[in-house]
Structure formats: structure tokens, C-alpha cells
């Protein structure tokens, strides 16, 4: 079955700077999903990519589709401390599949 | 919109007791879908129906758990009898199609 892998499992990041979020499937995605859970709270659905190699942005954030669409991307451009949380992907082939997240830490 | 609502927000129940987990979801979305996290295991699918029917309960950990969703403003996911291993956050969410869930705000189980 579908296996959706997030790399890196953690990411401490001085505020300001930038930082990366990695997500690869073992099968071809008819699109993927990423999501974002705060501290104590519940996922809340950022953005979908569905056209291979697709880009979008969301202010700070770039959101990825790659090519072969089996892998997508999170670029987080001046980090802040709203940051702070849980990033999740998530890819369908027939039922949404969660990667296990990065955790994301900000020191002020 | 008031969003998917789930109650209770906590619940913290003996070992072998019977736990219901309920959810509301939002008006007119055709999917439910019901998860469970751990730090272990991370967002785990356990079961989801379309239009009230369930489509796949391979997820459901073994036969003390089992879910219904009798109408469409109205699911239950049933524990029993409850055991330790069973405490996590329980989350409903919902969906008009393949496209953006959106959770409620979830359970916390405990189970002593």
C-alpha cells in the first residue's frame, strides 16, 4: 500500500531563517494534501497540489508538486514564531495517507 | 458553520469500560472519516463512509472498536471494552470529496 515519508521528523530553526519539509510517496499520488497541527490542537488543512510540478505560494510558504508526483515540498521563507507546530503531507491514491509530520521549533 | 464537532473533549475511563466518541459533521459533506493519533504511531486511519455507508474499516485495531454513522448529521465510534493501549487522540473529520479535510477538534482519551 501507499507509504508517505516526511523528512526531516524534526526541524529547530533560528526566527528569521529558512527551512525545508520533504515528502516522498512509494506510489504515483493523484494529489497530495499538507496540513498543519499547532501544539494541542487538530490538524487544519493548508493547500492541495494536483498538476505535476505544480508551485504554490501561501505568503511565507511554497508548496511543491514534484514532477513524477511522488514527491512534494514545503519551503518556509522567514520563519516565525506562528510557525511553530506540526506540518503534515498527505497523498490519495484511494483514501488519504498521513506522512508521520515535522515538527517544527522556533528559537526567537 | 460551526465546523466538525466532536464530544466528549476528554474522557478518562477505566480499563474495560465501554467509550463512545461522537461527531458531528458539517452539512453536506458526503465523507467522514475517523483517526486516531499517538506519538507512536502518528495520524492513523481507522475508518471513513461516504454518504453514511462505511467504504473501508481495515483500519479499525481489532473487533472492540466499531463505528456507525446512522444519518448523515451523526457518527459514533464505540470502544469496548476499553484497554490502556486505547488512549490517544481520536479525530473526526470531514470532507465533500477528495479535498481538503477538515477536523474537529478531538478526543482525548485515557483509559486507566
Known amino acids: 500500500g501507499q507509504q508517505v515519508m516526511q523528512i526531516p521528523q524534526y526541524q529547530h530553526v533560528q526566527e528569521g531563517e529558512d527551512f525545508t519539509t520533504y515528502c516522498n510517496s512509494s506510489t504515483t499520488l493523484s494529489n497530495i494534501q499538507w496540513y498543519k497541527q499547532r501544539p494541542g490542537g487538530h490538524p487544519v488543512f493548508l493547500i492541495q497540489l494536483v498538476k505535476s510540478g505544480e508551485v504554490k505560494k501561501q505568503k511565507r510558504l511554497t508548496f511543491q508538486f514534484g514532477e513524477a508526483k511522488k514527491n512534494s515540498s514545503l519551503h518556509i521563507t522567514a520563519t516565525q514564531t506562528t510557525d511553530v507546530g506540526t506540518y503534515f503531507c498527505a497523498g490519495i491514491d484511494y483514501k488519504l495517507s498521513f506522512g508521520a509530520g515535522t515538527t517544527v521549533t522556533v528559537r526567537a | 458553520d460551526a465546523g466538525v464537532i466532536q464530544s466528549p473533549r476528554h474522557e478518562v475511563t477505566e480499563m474495560g469500560q465501554e467509550v463512545t466518541l461522537r461527531c458531528k459533521p458539517i452539512s453536506g459533506h458526503d465523507y467522514l472519516f475517523w483517526y486516531r493519533q499517538t506519538m507512536m504511531r502518528g495520524l492513523e486511519l481507522l475508518i471513513y463512509f461516504n454518504n453514511n455507508v462505511p467504504i473501508d474499516d481495515s483500519g479499525m485495531p481489532e473487533d472492540r472498536f466499531s463505528a456507525k454513522m446512522p444519518n448523515a448529521s451523526f457518527s459514533t465510534l464505540k470502544i469496548q471494552p476499553s484497554e490502556p493501549r486505547d488512549s490517544a487522540v481520536y479525530f473526526c473529520?470531514?470532507?465533500?470529496?477528495?479535498?481538503?479535510?477538515?477536523f474537529g477538534s478531538g478526543t482525548r482519551l485515557t483509559v486507566v
Open positions: 473529520a470531514t470532507s465533500p470529496g477528495q479535498f481538503g479535510y477538515t
